[in-house]
């Protein structure tokens, strides 16, 4: 039997986390934080995972799910006891993200968190178990190297979390996960957090959980309240000059620039270094140390613009992040809310740009539905006419083809292959401007 519970954001309740029934340690390390008072997913949560509750959060990103789910659950673990607490994420920098978000909350109660990933190497993480651990936050195919391997032991776990549960069945990892879950003891507790309840989460729900309280904030749409939404209409040829005008234009720093695959995100990281934006790039096919390094670059200001895919961009969270710019526009809505929610962490303010070729109109149409928040078209404010579709567009191009070829940004039938002299009609400025990783080879 499933209970429900819905809470909506603009309900503020009044509860301090003492009040919830935080311990002094974890008031401690909260005010240290600058944590002053609970979030709604917090204020719902706490007290139903003390109470030994099976939860499901539905609640969109940057709302505090960590907090939500690790607070209670460091406060019913044993000190110095063996592994108690699995947390399942989808990509290893959300398990990096999360292990340093519990280890600030745990920092006066002793516990020990460790992050469990592929891409680092396996015998530095078998000398991290030997120390002693109380809660791991794993990907599942690396947690199932180390069951295997008889590395970590399950048998212990009290507390099973599936954070951003979507994206991992997106991702595939559902049989992963059911083999996790066979390898812990049916005593445990379970919370299910996804900013999204497609049917296969709720049938997992119904297998594993028991007598489910299931939390919905705001179910209609995400909260973006305080995200200033735009958007313009434009040729995909012109994305670039526009991208890179809105960059300057800025009045924060920190910027993500999403785009549809890992081949566009290095080739448009290339044209913005060319162009001197301090850019890096993440992706899926970057080495762990790479994307180590490319987080510590961003986080850190050394650069200020990150030009990323969804799955890689999954588990970032920098408070810095002013804008967030999609350069290319997704088809599924949610996953432009999962990108806009990048910025206005915790609440804060940020801006969101999306650049709209002719063919992803009817995409972004979808996005416009499903919100009733006000997104601005910019086309009338900044005196640019929207594109008229011509028999000549037909074609809807795909992000993935042709990347092979130098053709780098726009489909076989769009104006960018048509006709090279497109190159110097007041677009492509040649070896100093966005043309130089096209004459990169030639160098």
Partial sequence: MV??????????????????????????????????EPFPIQEAAIPLILKGMDVIGQAHTGTGKTAAFSLPILTKIKRNGPIQVLVLVPTRELAVQVTNEINKFARYTGFRTVAIYGGQNIGIQHDQMRRGVQIIVATPGRLIDHVKQGSINLDNVKFVVLDEADRMLDMGFIDDIKFILFYINDDRQICLFSATMPPEILRLAQEYMKDVQQIRLNEEEPSLDTIDQSYLIIHEKEKFKHLCNFINNRDQKQTIVFTATKQRTSRLAMDLQCKGFKAITIHGDLSQRQRDNAMYRFKNGIEDILVATDIAARGIDVPAV?????????????????????????????????????????????????????????????????????????HRYSYRQNNATGNRYSGANSDYNRSKSNYSNGWYEGRNGYGCAWNRGNR
Wanted: hydrophobic content about 35%.
């Fill in 3 to 36: 209970f429900v519970t819905r809470f909506k954001e603009k309900n503020k309740l009044t509860r301090t986390f003492k009040e919830l029934g935080m311990s002094a340690e974890i008031i401690k390390a909260l005010e240290e934080n600058e944590f002053k």
């Fill in 322 to 394: 002013g804008h967030v710019i999609n350069y290319d526009i997704p088809e599924d809505p949610m996953i432009y809310f999962h990108r806009i929610g990048r910025t206005a962490r915790a609440g804060t303010t940020g801006k969101a740009i999306s650049l709209v070729s002719h063919d992803r109109i009817e995409d972004f149409g979808r996005i416009l539905r499903h919100t009733e928040q006000t997104i601005r078209k910019l086309n009338e404010e900044m005196g640019i006419q929207v594109p008229i579709t011509h028999s000549s567009y037909s």
